[in-house]
């Protein structure tokens, strides 16, 4: 009895510790000075500042709980905002950075320049290379004049290049502006290739540009800019590019680049397109510029309505850096404008960064993990493990599929909004390979969009590695690539609405893995797949690609998502039940292909035993966690076996499947052509009712949460993350 009354006086003891703990705020204000105390009435000018106090207070308050309050206003950073250990909470103390109440606080990378700066053309070599019409619209900032010279370099983007920064770009009225282009929304096709250029992915690196025809007017007007670039899909539909144009011959009609594409150039497919920009000749819609940056001078076409501001990118390096932090909390801050990423995290555990924007940024939002410094453009390679970039990591990644990227674990991105980036939106790392320790970390709760303004392809909203890291209740639309790319295992995907992905290329999945079959585990739970694919290209929802193996794929619901809801190329243990398929001309295409022509994978020494060998694939971990894998080479590896397409729905499916039956077990699965018991067809509310047929028919399926599913409304807080998504133009 007496033990138990200690107890009870212990967990009376226990609120009250927390009710008394120590609480310590700072304010930050862009009007205060370093020199004030930090508080309300005479805060401190700088983000540094406020750190460096909280860090000396942290060795005298060790329990204090810190929260740095930012007063409304845009604080420039020219460097990372760095914090470490020394700069760290602790479980029961965090240190949060927050903005103060409900007021607007943007860390920004770029400068701000007065919209009065911008006045009407009246140079007239500049003029006469402008087209009539937009003459007279067209404004000019000089930049020189202004102090500004670090204007960046232009760089190739695309398929196996490094995640670069970006030059300067124009953002007005807080949105991105684009490059002077034409076409303006659509592309050109590539002529007769007179030569394709090196070819990287067949060894080839002797940098020799492409040539080809082209059997349009247009360039014509070209002959006074020096700096001319191209950008689309020069060989396949998955595999973008940007390339500066060494040569244009108007005369003869052809066109010649300065670099190489991995793949080289070919004409004839329907996606074999380009487009030209960073062109002064072709400024004409709202919203596009160009910089001359021999002269300084900066011109463009304002955005249709009042010019209310004009930004320019300025900082390359990350806006923060949390490296082997703990316990740090952003919180309803903008971070913007800048040529690099919004955040960088590296080791350390539990940071957070919660109700934030990230928008207008040259490559990602937020990268967990250290990226790789690469010589060279190459598909594959080693190179050097890099804090602070993203580089050439998944070329790295290729050749060192264990590569532990010292992520960290415990972090949440969450409830965010991030759009308007170049590159992709998070590359979220966590966990080992080898000893299948988890990272456990998520993006929870977010709405991520537009987030390819420079990069369209394998640049995802989210790209997921590592082990046992998780993207629930999210939106991720808007795209013209993948929505998700994965590698690692024991990841989880689930509640998250897909739509609008992959609206442009070619064999390509809005969630897309393979090529590895150590990759298991990994589980793809209740989302909802809607819109997705283009007109002309075979995209997929789930795309199981070359091998890949060990996924279980259950409740979800895929409506018009591609060409073929789900592509299984040749693995093996793919596991799909309780789903429902809706309007789609195939539901899975399976095949052997492990037996043709990507049999070299599974050959003695080949790329699969390398890959296996690399996770000691028949030893514990893997061995206990994924049984089968040990017999992998025992077991016919090249025959696709144990995928299982069970207790699922189909309505209106032309194709259930179009392999053998050998490559599948195919159960007992509900098809029709009708509406089986949806809560509203109409609405893509796809809940069964409590009266569907489909109970009847599979007694063992369960209702699918659809409410459940996507951004979640916070209860504590009203934030724009819940807003109603942006309205999408459908392709079908």
Same mark, same amino acid.
């Given at each position: 009895m007496k033990l138990n009354h200690f107890f009870l006086f212990l967990l009376f003891l226990l609120p009250c510790t927390v009710a008394g703990q120590k609480q310590k705020t700072y304010f930050v204000s862009v009007s205060g000075k370093d020199s004030n105390p930090g508080t309300l009435e005479k805060p401190f000018a700088t983000l540094q500042k406020a750190r460096d106090v909280v860090s000396s207070q942290r060795k005298l308050h060790q329990d204090a709980v810190i929260t740095v309050f930012l007063r409304q206003g845009s604080y420039f950073? /020219?460097?990372?905002?760095? $914090?470490? %250990?020394?700069? %760290?909470?602790?479980? =029961?103390?965090? @240190? #949060?950075?927050? /903005?103060? =109440?409900?007021?607007?606080?943007?860390?920004t990378g770029g400068i #701000? +320049?007065?919209?009065?700066? /911008?006045?009407?053309?009246?140079?007239r070599n500049v003029l006469s290379r402008l087209l009539p019409e937009a003459r007279s619209r067209v404004l000019q900032v000089n930049l020189k004049a202004l102090g500004i010279k670090n204007y960046g370099t232009i760089q190739p983007k695309g398929f196996g290049r490094a995640y670069t920064t970006t030059a300067m770009e124009l953002f007005c009225n807080k949105e991105a502006m684009k490059p002077a282009r034409w076409p303006n929304d659509s592309l050109v096709p590539i002529g007769k290739v007179i030569d394709p250029g090196s070819i990287p992915r067949n060894g080839d690196f002797s940098h020799r540009g492409g040539k080809f025809t082209y059997n349009v007017q247009r360039p014509a007007r070209w002959t006074k800019a020096t700096d001319i670039w191209?950008?689309?899909?020069?060989?396949?539909?998955?595999?973008? &590019? /940007?390339?500066? @144009?060494?040569?244009?011959?108007?005369?003869?009609?052809?066109?010649?680049?300065?670099?190489?594409?991995?793949?080289?150039?070919? %004409?004839?497919?329907?996606? =074999?397109?380009?487009?030209?920009?960073?062109?002064?000749?072709?400024? &004409?819609?709202?919203?596009?510029?160009? +910089?001359?940056?021999?002269?300084?001078?900066?011109?463009?076409?304002?955005?249709?309505?009042?010019?209310?501001?004009?930004? $320019? %990118?300025?900082?390359?390096?990350?806006?923060?850096?949390?490296?082997?932090?703990?316990?740090?909390?952003?919180?309803?801050? +903008?971070?913007?404008?800048?040529?690099?990423?919004?955040?960088? +995290?590296?080791?350390?555990?539990?940071?957070? @960064?919660?109700?934030?924007?990230?928008?207008?940024?040259g490559m990602v939002a937020v990268s967990l993990g250290k990226g790789i410094q690469m010589d060279g453009f190459q598909h594959t390679g080693t190179g050097q493990p890099t804090s602070r970039i993203i580089g050439n990591l998944y070329g790295h990644l290729y050749d060192n599929t264990t590569f532990d990227r010292e992520a960290g674990s415990g972090h949440v991105i969450s409830n965010c909004q991030i759009y308007n980036t170049g590159a992709g939106g998070i590359i979220l790392g966590g966990g080992n390979r080898v000893t299948l320790q988890r990272g456990d970390n998520q993006v929870v709760n977010c709405r991520i969009y537009n987030f390819n303004r420079i990069e369209r392809s394998y640049k995802a909203g989210v790209n997921i590695d590592g082990v046992g890291n998780v993207i629930r209740n999210c939106e991720i639309y808007n795209c013209p690539g993948s929505a998700i790319l994965l590698h690692g295992n024991d990841h989880l995907i689930e509640y998250n609405v897909i739509h609008d992905a992959v609206k442009d290329g070619d064999d390509m999945g809005a969630i897309y893995y393979g090529r590895d079959p150590s990759e298991l585990g990994n589980k793809v739970k209740n989302n909802f797949f809607h819109h997705i694919g283009n007109e002309h290209g075979v995209i997929m929802a789930v795309y199981h690609d070359d091998g890949a193996c060990g996924m279980e794929v259950t409740g979800n619901v895929f409506y018009k998502a591609g060409s073929r809801n789900i592509m299984i190329g040749g693995g093996n243990d793919n596991v799909y039940r309780n789903n429902i398929f809706i309007d789609c001309p195939l539901a899975f295409h399976l095949d052997n292909r492990l037996m043709g022509w990507a049999k070299g994978f599974v050959a003695k020494d080949g790329l699969y035993e390398k890959r296996l060998k690399a996770v000691n694939y028949q030893q514990a971990p893997y061995s206990e966690r994924y049984p089968s894998i040990s017999n992998y080479f025992k077991d016919n590896p090249g025959l696709p076996k144990r995928n299982f397409i069970e207790g699922n729905v189909f309505v209106n499916v032309k194709s259930l499947h179009n392999g053998k039956p050998e490559w599948s077990y195919i159960g007992k699965n509900f098809i029709l052509n009708s509406d089986p018991g949806f809560v509203d067809y109409e609405k893509m509310n796809f809940e069964l009712l409590p009266t569907s047929e489909v109970y009847k028919q599979l007694p063992e399926f369960v209702n699918i949460p659809f409410s459940q599913i996507g951004v979640q409304k916070d209860q504590n807080k009203k934030s724009d993350v819940y807003r109603q998504p942006v309205r999408t133009r459908r392709l079908r």
């Open positions: 950073l /020219a460097q990372s905002f760095v $914090l470490d %250990s020394l700069n %760290s909470g602790t479980k =029961q103390a965090p @240190i #949060t950075y927050s /903005a103060y =109440q409900n007021e607007k606080v943007s860390i #701000t +320049i007065s919209p009065g700066k /911008a006045v009407p053309v009246t140079n191209i950008s689309g899909f020069f060989k396949y539909g998955y595999a973008d &590019d /940007a390339v500066k @144009i060494g040569n244009l011959d108007t005369t003869n009609k052809t066109l010649t680049t300065v670099q190489e594409t991995m793949y080289g150039f070919e %004409s004839g497919k329907i996606f =074999q397109r380009w487009y030209a920009f960073n062109l002064l000749e072709e400024i &004409d819609e709202p919203g596009e510029y160009y +910089i001359d940056r021999e002269a300084g001078m900066l011109y463009f076409l304002p955005p249709v309505g009042k010019l209310e501001t004009i930004e $320019l %990118s300025l900082t390359e390096e990350p806006l923060v850096v949390m490296e082997n932090a703990a316990y740090v909390q952003f919180k309803n801050i +903008i971070f913007e404008c800048s040529r690099g990423m919004g955040a960088y +995290i590296e080791r350390g555990r539990a940071n957070k @960064i919660d109700h934030c924007t990230f928008r207008n940024l």
